[in-house]
């Protein structure tokens, strides 16, 4: 069983940077996909990117590239999430979400299997 826990999330000023941490266990192969969603209140779940972990290709959501980042540590099982010149309305809850696939495209939560219970980033000044 795949388990995700998310970790990092805070308070940061607009302008500000800030680096998630999702750290997976029970992965049996390198064949999974590891992406980050995000949900504001009142809002629907937002797909921010994700990362093939066989090879550690990224695909990042296209209004977020520029300022987000997705990177893994495979030798310790964690994927991080650099986002860079925070807004307030990048204020939401993240969550880190997993599927085994050896494809990387998907960028639909239905896609996902597993989930990390998220963590809250406020961007307020």
């Known amino acids: 069983q795949v388990q995700l826990v998310e970790s990092g999330g805070g308070l940061v000023q607009p302008g500000g940077s800030l680096r998630l941490s999702c750290a997976a266990s029970?992965?049996?192969?390198?064949?999974?996909?590891l992406g980050w969603f995000r949900q504001a209140p009142g809002k629907e779940r937002e797909f921010v990117g994700n990362?093939?972990?066989?090879?550690?290709?990224?695909l990042i959501a296209d209004s977020l590239k520029g300022r987000f980042t997705i990177s893994r540590d495979s030798t310790r099982n964690t994927m991080s999430l650099r986002m860079y010149n925070l807004e307030p309305e990048d204020t939401a809850v993240y969550s880190c979400?997993?599927?085994?696939?050896?494809?990387?495209?998907?960028?639909?939560?239905?896609?996902?299997?597993?989930w990390g219970q998220g963590t809250q980033v406020t961007v307020s000044s």
């Open positions: 979400a997993a599927v085994r696939s050896p494809l990387g495209y998907e960028s639909q939560a239905w896609e996902y299997e597993y």
């Open positions: 029970g992965l049996t192969s390198r064949d999974y996909v």
């Open positions: 990362i093939r972990w066989n090879d550690g290709n990224t």
